[in-house]
């Protein structure tokens, strides 16, 4: 743990120089440049409001300020974890020149996907004072809640990118799991409307992105607690998590040279 915080005091600046770089490569090509990273949520969200809206006629309150907060706290839960899985081989050049904690590679992509989502939430913030959202003291819950969103991202991010080194099949077992935990989480449904009490229970409680984006969702959208105890487990399970991939990590960093 003492080399964990000695690492993190000494790489930081890079981490932050590393994400600025990273941010301003992605859309140096584009046209739109960084309008895309506020397009890019806003459009997805217009084709899930139409498809459930107005096709399956969904009848949720501030559906479209749901569906927005759940695309934004899934896209950095997913663009992190599937770019983290061949994250050390992707870095090649860095990691055979150069030492830097792996893990510290997982942190610059997690820093730039937590600036995106950042974006993202200003535009609900607008969103919500365009809809004349009530709101109330349970806003607060958002901050531990995005805590246990960003350990838990790291944490699995870590140890998925520890075994991606050795084994090539993983990334593509991991894009299907994320599939599939894509339509778990509720992303553009309430989970409690479109399953029995059994299984939404489950998957509330289980899952812990779905539970964290229907916690958000409440606390931010709707005025309501969200369940405080599951908020303080998940943040014990994501610190853990996250201990046992940087543990992982450095055990095995110096043989990830060989491998790639």
């Known amino acids: 743990m003492k080399r964990f915080w000695k690492d993190i005091k000494r790489y930081m600046p890079y981490a932050k120089y590393a994400t600025k770089s990273g941010l301003k490569s992605e859309v140096a090509s584009s046209h739109l440049s960084w309008l895309w990273w506020i397009l890019d949520p ?17 009848k949720k309150e501030y559906f479209h300020i749901f569906v927005f907060v759940g695309l934004s706290m899934w896209n950095l839960f997913n663009k992190t974890v599937s770019g983290s899985v061949r994250i050390v081989a992707a870095n090649r050049a860095v990691v055979t020149k150069v030492y830097i ?31 004349h959202v009530p709101v109330s003291y349970n806003v607060i819950y958002v901050i531990p809640i995005f805590v246990d969103l ?51 229970t489950l998957l509330l409680k289980v899952n812990p992105v779905g539970f ?41 960093e110096n043989n990830y040279v060989k491998v790639i």
């Open 42 to 58: 806003i459009l997805f969200m217009l084709v899930y409001w139409f498809i459930f809206m107005v096709i399956f006629g969904q």
């Open 212 to 252: 964290l984006i229907d916690a958000c969702r409440s606390a931010l959208v709707y005025c309501e607690t969200p369940h405080r105890k599951l908020i303080l487990l998940w943040f014990v399970i994501g610190a853990a998590l996250s201990a046992i991939g940087v543990a992982i990590i450095y055990k095995n």
């Open 150 to 200: 960003i350990l838990i991202t790291f944490g699995v991010s870590a140890i998925l990118a520890h075994f991606g080194v050795f084994f090539d099949d993983l990334k593509n077992i991991t894009n299907v799991g994320l599939r599939i935990l894509f339509y778990m989480s509720g992303i553009f449904y309430v989970i409690t409307d479109r399953v029995n009490e059994a299984i939404a």
């Open 101 to 131: 904690p792996k893990y510290f590679l997982i942190i610059i992509l997690l820093f730039q996907n937590l600036f995106k989502m950042a974006i993202s939430f200003g535009i609900v913030i607008v969103m919500m004072m365009w809809s």
